[in-house]
Every structure is written in C-alpha cells, then in structure tokens.
C-alpha cells in the first residue's frame, strides 16, 4: 500500500482516548530507543508504544493494519520528547486524517522533537545537573552519582507521561506553534550552550594539572602569597570569561555553533602548548 492514496475505510472520527490509553503508550514509549536500528530508525518502538491506542481508534482491521504500516516508516524522536510526537500524531489518528498529512506532520514533528531532545534535555537539563553534581563526584561522594541518576530518571517519566498528554490534546496548533518559535529556539540553544561550555571549562581547569604546574612555578618566585591566591583563581575566570566572549559572539555577531567550538578547541591547543613549555621550563 501506498501511503497518500490509500484512504481509512471508516472515517468517523473516534472517541477521545482516555487516560489509562495515553499513560500506556507512555510507558511503552521507553522501548523506542531500544529498537533503533539504521534502517527504519525508532519505528518499531514507535509502533509498539503506538498500538493501544491505535486500536482503539480503528475499530476496522484494515484500518488498523494501514495505520500500523505507516507508523512503521522511518522515525528518529530523540526519546525524551518522543511523546510529545505521539500525542499529535494520535490526535490526527483521532480525526481520521488524510494519511499523507499524518505522514507530513509525523515527520515535522519528529525532527523538532529530535532536536528539542538534544538542545534542552541532553545540552542544557542534563549538563546543568552534572555540573552540579561532578565536584561533589570527584571528592568520592557517591551520593553526587546518585543525586544524578535519580534526577534524569524523574525527569525522562515526568517528560514522557506529561508530553504524550499535552500533545494529544493540543493536536497540530503545538507543532505550528514550535515552528513559529523555531529560530527563538535554535538561538536560545546556541546561547545556553555557551553558558554550558563555561562551566564545564571551570570545572575541567579546577583540576589541570597544567594550571597547577603554572601556580606552582610562580609561587617559587618572589611573588606574595596574595599574588599567589590569585592565580590560584585563573582557571575559573577562564570559563567566566568564554561564557560572557561567546554569548557576544552568538547575540552580537551571529556566529554559529561550530565556530564558537572551533574556538574552544584552538584556545585549548594553545594552552596545551603553554603548559607544556612552562613544564620544561619548570623541570630545567
């Protein structure tokens, strides 16, 4: 079958899916990662986490098994915002859409929630949470590791089993919305992504080795203790002052992403020098 020329035999619209349909295919919707694969993607955990509901919907059978077959094609959701695809999709399901408008706004609606997925939760909620938890990690605290895998496991079942109801009920004016708002969201991305390299740079230059081998080194001249203290604080005012160049670079003068990152990656390449110069400096 061709989707786009087969049509539902019924076309009534069904009833409202109820609560318990919707939280099921909310925790069903956790296999989706699971059967990824390079060919059809996420589909058949799309499918199976689809399949209550769908069978409430289509009463007929070669209604459902059209449904199913198209619910079958090629999906990437990025799982954390997965549900929030499903619940548009069912919501057009619901009404009996044209089949190749399902197709179009399944599609859209994967890709935002793909990169929502990346952008919000791994980038921002995520590294936001690590960055709190990891200087509590490296003194050997196990409460900090704990604190962490609880925190992404309340958020991933909150998300999911919130998002399948919001996006059943508001249908295709949630995806209009997002895509209105879609340039806000990409800048907004960019912007806290940069907040989020400042802080992990803070946290990876607490403990350099290198910065310590530069302290070390001036300490052994004739500089004060306060000077010395001082520098003991250049490593955080490294990822302070990343945090204020690239929002400028990203607000004031449109730079993309991957040049901010290049940036990152040659400043480390110098300091990587510097540090290696000052340690045969240091061991002479």
Not at 8 to 26: I, M, R, S
Not at 174 to 198: H, P, Q
Request: with cysteine.
């Amino acid at each position: 079958m061709v989707v786009g020329i087969t049509q539902y035999t019924n076309k009534n619209e069904a009833f409202p899916l109820d609560k318990k349909t919707l939280n099921q295919v909310a925790l069903r919707s956790f296999m989706v990662s699971a059967s990824k694969n390079s060919e059809t993607g996420e589909a058949y955990g799309w499918c199976h986490a689809l399949a209550p509901a769908l069978k409430k919907i289509h009463e007929n059978e070669e209604d459902l098994a059209l449904s199913m077959g198209h619910n079958l094609e090629y999906v990437e959701t990025g799982s954390f915002f997965s549900t929030l695809a499903m619940g548009v999709v069912l919501s057009l399901e619901a009404q009996k859409c044209d089949l190749e408008t399902i197709r179009s706004v399944r599609t859209t609606m994967n890709v935002l929630c793909n990169s929502l997925s990346h952008a919000l939760f791994n980038l921002m909620i995520l590294s936001t949470i690590a960055i709190a938890c990891i200087p509590g990690a490296n003194n050997g605290n196990v409460a900090s590791v704990a604190v962490f895998a609880l925190a992404a496991m309340i958020l991933t079942v909150v998300l999911r089993f919130a998002l399948i109801k919001v996006g059943y009920a508001q249908g295709t004016k949630i995806m209009e919305k997002l895509m209105k708002k879609k340039e806000d969201l990409a800048k907004a991305s960019k912007i806290m992504g940069g907040f989020t390299v400042g802080g992990l740079i803070v946290l990876a230059t607490k403990h350099v080795s290198a910065s310590n081998t530069f302290v070390s080194a001036v300490q052994s001249s004739s500089l004060s203790s306060v000077a010395s203290s001082v520098l003991n604080a250049v490593p955080a005012c490294i990822g302070l002052v990343c945090t204020y160049v690239f929002y400028y670079l990203l607000t004031k003068k449109n730079y993309s992403i991957t040049k901010c990152v290049g940036i990152v990656v040659l400043i480390g390449c110098i300091m990587i020098a510097i540090s290696f110069v000052l340690g045969m400096t240091t061991s002479l």
